[in-house]
């Protein structure tokens, strides 16, 4: 039994409940045996049923067991409950303030912050010498003790949620949100220990502007583009931040690993030097790194850059601090970055932006009425017809006229490699200035394998196969236990399998249903085999009725559920006699 009050595994009497990710239950609870609070993880009846996945679990929170470290909660024992026969991991129950609580109540310093991240950081070094890779750090995983002491939550977890998750949207699901994963976790490519370097620059930056750089949980196209955006830096919008943390900040987040800073180790020689232990660099001149397309990151002064217009349903004010291709159309103030900053300085800087902003608005007056009156000047520029250009002319030709080019390389037999297909929007759509055009580029026509859409929604799963060069064939729903609703069961030519670009691939899709069969004359054991097997994945309650003669072997005398579809996930009660 698994609810508050109940002893688990003969030692834990389970407390509240607490967030963790969606494979596990995990509660607060005190170690009878040791009287110490710990926080007790039990993978859910669903997963327990998965015997592969239990197995990883294990493996996971054996490694995170060696983790012994002062920054790093750590991990006390791990097994298996023999009552319920569900797996656990027993954890410090850290006594703190989450660096997200701390942020939500009152701004940090510089100083404070690197004292945070550097501990953090030296943290992740620690566990990266020693194979383990944490891969869902965010500041709800960061903790700050009474003394100053940052701990680390959830090693092992999120890792066997990367590492098991078959697509960027469950593993989203399964985490609780988008917005701290690397681009090679959305990718689904190779990670490395620069993946929780990527989540440490990301956190550095909300730390200083108390704003997330992603603060919406992105799916689908939306965030495999995320996987590829530059991060807005803060000394954009806040000039006491110094470039060099900027430089901290930008090297860190650079979609490709292989140009990122590589190692925590670094991340923390780096931020070391503004801790409060330190003295602070004021006035040393440094170079920031120099990114291809990128609006943010260049040798300029911080806060030079360039304002471009706000896209539709982005606060025209936050327009002219970040990019606008970065800026989440939800509600936000000015409010959020100077909460806990001098009211005069505020209001100051407030009259200041008010006297510009008129005095700008009276010299554009003056410009448009000394216009003819069939001269409108205009915010939006037409995409420029690029289609057979090599991709360095295009991406030139659309940088000139104020665009944005991204590109995506399609399979296509019929134009040479390297040369423009299409781009999107459409040649000659009107465009903000500073909007993004995608320009598809031919690979060239080619034996393509057919790529993993296994476990993927089947809007993502078309996406990428068309992506691929693939054209979309039968779509055949199925009933299955082990897949969620609308998610690929299987493909055919089957994952991994070559077929000729522009050829067909069918999708069996999950609708969300599963084959309960008539049970009844069988016995309890088998009966419960087959529901809990894969392709039902239930498991029964089992209910004893002492008005009927017992058998032997127990046989099902009724079942709950009527034999025929049923919905994913239901509640099915077999009935067996026990008299005498």
């Not at 993880?41 to 294990?58: C, D, K």
Request: with cysteine; glycine share 8%.
């Amino acid at each position: 039994m698994t609810a508050t009050g109940a002893v688990f595994a003969g030692r834990y009497r389970l407390g509240e409940s607490v967030p963790s990710v969606a494979f596990v239950d995990s509660f607060e609870a005190i170690d009878q045996t040791l009287n110490r609070p710990v926080v007790v993880s039990i993978v859910t009846e669903r997963f327990s049923s998965n015997p592969a996945f239990v197995t990883e679990f294990v493996a996971q929170a054996r490694a995170a067991m060696s983790l012994v470290h002062a920054s790093i909660a750590q991990t006390f024992d791990v097994g298996t409950d023999a009552a319920s026969g569900r797996a656990y991991a027993v954890s410090e129950n850290v006594v703190g303030e989450t660096l997200h609580n701390r942020l939500k109540s009152r701004a940090l310093s510089l100083s404070e912050v690197a004292d945070v991240l550097t501990q953090a950081s030296s943290a992740l070094s620690f566990a990266h010498t020693r194979g383990t890779r944490h891969l869902g750090l965010s500041p709800k995983a960061l903790s700050i003790t009474s003394t100053g002491r940052v701990k680390i939550s959830g090693f092992g977890l999120y890792s066997l949620a990367s590492n098991t998750a078959p697509s960027a949207d469950l593993l989203a699901a399964t985490v609780g949100g988008s917005g701290y994963l690397a681009p090679e976790q959305i990718l689904r490519s190779p990670i490395s220990d620069a993946s929780d370097v990527y989540a440490l620059g990301l956190i550095l930056s909300e730390a200083l502007c108390r704003r997330p750089t992603w603060d919406r949980t992105l799916t689908g196209d939306a965030l495999v583009l995320r996987a590829s955006a530059t991060p807005v830096l803060p000394g954009t919008v806040l000039p006491e931040i110094p470039p060099t943390v900027d430089a901290i900040i930008g090297s860190a987040t650079l979609a490709d690993p292989r140009q990122r800073t590589s190692s925590a180790a670094d991340f923390a020689s780096a931020l070391a030097r503004f801790s409060s232990a330190q003295t602070p660099l004021v006035g040393i001149p440094v170079t920031l790194p120099v990114v291809a397309n990128s609006s943010v990151m260049t040798t300029a002064p911080a806060g030079s850059v360039s304002a471009a217009p706000a896209a539709p349903g982005v606060d025209p004010a936050l327009a002219s601090l970040f990019p606008s291709d970065t800026l989440s159309t939800n509600p936000f103030t000015a409010a959020e970055f100077n909460a806990g900053r001098s009211r005069r300085r505020f209001v100051g800087s407030l009259l200041v932006a008010v006297a510009s902003v008129l005095v700008i608005a009276v010299g554009i007056l003056w410009v448009v009425s000394a216009l003819p009156a069939n001269v409108i000047p205009s915010t939006s520029r037409p995409v420029p017809g690029v289609v057979g250009y090599t991709y360095d002319e295009a991406a030139k030709a659309i940088t000139d006229v104020g665009l944005r080019p991204l590109r995506i390389e399609t399979v296509d037999a019929n134009v040479a490699p390297g040369t423009v297909v299409f781009v999107s929007p459409a040649v000659g759509t009107k465009i903000e200035i500073g909007s993004t055009v995608t320009v598809n580029v031919s690979s060239g026509g080619k034996s393509v394998a057919v790529p993993n859409v296994t476990g993927m929604t089947s809007a993502a799963a078309q996406a990428l196969l068309v992506k691929n060069g693939f054209v979309i064939g039968a779509l055949t729903p199925a009933n299955s236990g082990s897949a969620l609703k609308d998610t690929v069961i299987s493909s055919k030519p089957a994952v991994g399998e070559s077929a000729a670009s522009g050829s067909s691939v069918d999708l069996v899709i999950a609708n969300g249903k599963v084959t309960i069969p008539n049970l009844v004359g069988k016995s309890v054991t088998d009966a419960t085999a087959i529901l809990t097997g894969p392709t039902i994945g239930l498991m029964p309650k089992l209910v004893a009725v002492t008005t009927c003669t017992a058998t032997n072997p127990s046989k099902v005398k009724s079942q709950s559920v009527n034999p025929g579809d049923a919905p994913v996930g239901i509640s099915i009660t077999l009935t067996y006699c026990s008299g005498r």
